[in-house]
């Protein structure tokens, strides 16, 4: 056990016991999508998340004014998630907000400061905090929005009255909605089959579920992994009463989606789910409550959440698809194998990925989607340093992302790898470029916002990255093909935020124990922070996983526009403790000296 200074911040949703009443399954779905929501605006301020409970969370940050920002921020966020939701769905944070000594005992928090913080959740408002006026005395001069006065409260088990004051947003704007461009999509795989949206509100509505079914359909075909059918396939079974089975196999469809549309007044809930119709599983479910509002906006943003949320799904469960009995090797086969390990993300299963996205090149050298998961594969395997990035390895996943685009220029996936793979190079134009041009193929496409996001990281420009890299975190986070953590981690070291960068690298460690730049990163974040003891143990583990890392090595492959990037990233590493070039450069100095 240790004591340490902490600001702990407790949290619970208003009337959740009421709302489970009312949907259990809807309730814990909602809230378990908000806490997902908010979990980047946590890892940006140096937080990190003590436990979940049913209905809330306990969280520690190193610094009250980032508990406070932090505790802010997660406020507006709710504010406009909820802002089209009606009122007995909207789902309202209490946040208590605390400052102290607390014991730390295996990544728990106890003490007499972590109660105060849960009783001050009690009396906030929802949607707003409560802060204790000792942490407010800390934190006010940093903050940018008023907070009231309550006076000193008592609470129960706690000796001495505590001063309070309060906080609750007054609004917050919309979210911006993406504009969906009007281009088809080349098919590769699975057929997926979008059954017309039930109506089952007035016949007037007809048209707001058919025009839904519309854009999902155009939404989902921008993908390049499957190939989505018609809406002259699946409207002749509008109305009919037919199982999703026999659907399927006359539209020959691997998966369907369906949903109905339901219109109360100035509300709208939209349900849809993903079907594997051959066995009848589900695989996702989604609900939707919106007020009507504007109607085309409201649209969109229903469609935006869809197929975001779709598209990734059928990919995995493609990936996870048990092999097809066949004689016949062929491309297709040797890619989904190859994708099944890739998503197990193990220096191994990565290095079986490789050997099966190449057999698939070599049956078929037009299949764009596995030069592109090749280049994506041999830059990530650089970056974690599980290869060593030669001259020759760089060129080989250039080439490989250049194929993928010419092979399939309309595919924003293969625009994201060739822009990163630019990016990593240093041909910041080049990357600029082509990221623009995944996002304009494909606005739902989350994993090109992020990749626009490295664009700025290299050239310097961190707040656009951040925002960007947390955009990409929010809506998919669960993609293996773009490490965000470990992007958001650099990002906030290089605008000088390491304790978030060190929430970020504990993220990324939790998905990859030895990733290698995210304990390189985590090591420079606590020299500069003047943790020497953590920084040393943090470079022996780092080194205990490539002892033949150096500074010099390290940073061959890093090509930031900025010198005072690289400067900055360089002075942290050697403060922890990495060394700084090879041991025989050392040898050869002594040699040279001796013979002098």
């Known amino acids: 056990m240790e004591r340490r200074l902490a600001a702990i911040v ?7 016991s009421r709302m489970m009443g009312s949907d259990e399954a809807g309730t814990h779905a909602a809230f378990k999508a908000h806490r997902s929501a908010i979990h980047p605006i ?28 932090a505790a802010i921020a997660m406020q507006v966020l709710m504010a406009e998630r909820n802002h089209h939701l009606p009122a007995d769905r909207a789902m309202q944070f209490r946040l208590g907000i605390h400052m102290g000594d607390v014991i730390a005992d295996e990544d728990e928090v106890f003490g007499d400061d972590v109660n105060i913080a849960v009783r001050l959740e009690s009396v906030a408002s929802p949607g707003g905090f409560a802060i204790s006026a000792k942490a407010y005395r800390e934190a006010s001069k940093h903050l940018t929005v008023p907070l009231v006065d309550a006076g000193n409260h008592r609470f ?50 007809e ?43 006359e539209i020959d469809a691997t998966y369907l989606i369906q949903g109905s549309v339901r219109r109360a007044g100035a509300k709208i809930r939209v349900t849809a789910e993903l079907i594997a119709p051959e066995t009848g599983e589900q695989l996702w479910t989604g609900r939707y409550d919106r007020d009507i509002g504007d109607l085309f906006a409201m649209q969109d943003e229903i469609t935006t959440n869809l197929s975001a949320a779709i598209a990734t799904e059928i990919v995995r469960a493609e990936a996870s698809a048990p092999a097809r009995p066949t004689n016949d090797i062929t491309a297709w086969d040797r890619f989904l194998k190859g994708l099944s390990h890739y998503y197990r993300q193990t220096k191994e299963d990565l290095s079986t990925a490789v050997d099966l996205f190449r057999e698939a090149i070599t049956l078929d050298p037009k299949l764009s989607i596995a030069h ?63 990221a623009k041009r995944a996002v304009a193929l494909n606005p739902y496409d989350m994993g090109a916002r992020g990749v626009l996001g490295i664009c700025h990281f290299v050239t310097g420009e961190h707040r656009q990255a951040i925002e960007l890299f947390s955009m990409a975190a929010q809506r998919d986070n669960s993609d293996p093909r773009y490490q965000w953590a470990a992007l958001n981690a650099f990002s906030h070291y290089l ?18 124990p030895n990733h290698m730049q995210a304990l390189a990163i985590r090591a420079a974040a606590l020299a ?21 890392l150096n500074v010099d090595r390290h940073l061959r492959n890093f090509h930031w526009k900025r010198a005072e990037d690289i400067a900055h990233y360089r002075e942290g590493l050697l403060k922890a403790g990495v060394p700084a070039s090879k041991l025989t450069l050392v040898q050869s100095g002594i040699k040279r000296a001796a013979e002098s």
């Open 207 to 249: 048209y707001f579920s058919d025009g839904l079914t519309e854009d999902l359909i155009h939404a989902l075909s921008l993908q390049s992994f499957y190939r989505v059918l018609s809406r002259n396939s699946t409207f002749a079974f509008k109305g009919k009463n037919a199982s999703t089975r026999v659907i399927a196999r």
């Open 10 to 16: 407790c949290a619970d949703v208003a009337g959740y």
């Open 42 to 69: 946590i890892l940006n301020h140096g937080g990190r998340v003590v436990k979940n409970t049913g209905d809330g969370f306990l969280l520690e940050f190193p610094s009250i004014v980032g508990a406070a920002e």
């Open 372 to 434: 592109a998961y090749l280049a994506t594969i041999q830059i990530q395997s650089i970056q974690f340093g599980w290869v060593k990035g030669t001259r020759e390895m760089w060129a080989e996943a250039m080439q490989h992302a250049e194929t993928s685009v010419r092979l399939d220029p309309r595919s924003s996936f293969a625009f994201s790898i060739l822009s990163w793979a630019h990016a990593m190079e240093g041909h910041d134009e080049a990357a600029m470029d082509a």
């Open 495 to 512: 605008v000088r935020q390491y304790d978030a960068t060190l929430s970020w690298a504990r993220e990324q460690l939790y998905v990859n």
């Open 156 to 205: 129960k088990n706690i000796k001495d009255p505590v001063g309070v004051f309060t906080w609750s947003p007054e609004g917050a704007q919309a979210a911006q909605v993406m504009d969906a461009p009007a281009l088809a999509q080349q098919y590769r795989t699975a057929i997926v089959g979008v059954l017309p949206f039930a109506n089952l509100s007035d016949a007037q509505d």
């Open 528 to 548: 500069q922070l003047g943790r020497t003891g953590e920084a040393a143990e943090a470079t022996d583990v780092l080194m205990s996983n490539y002892p033949t």
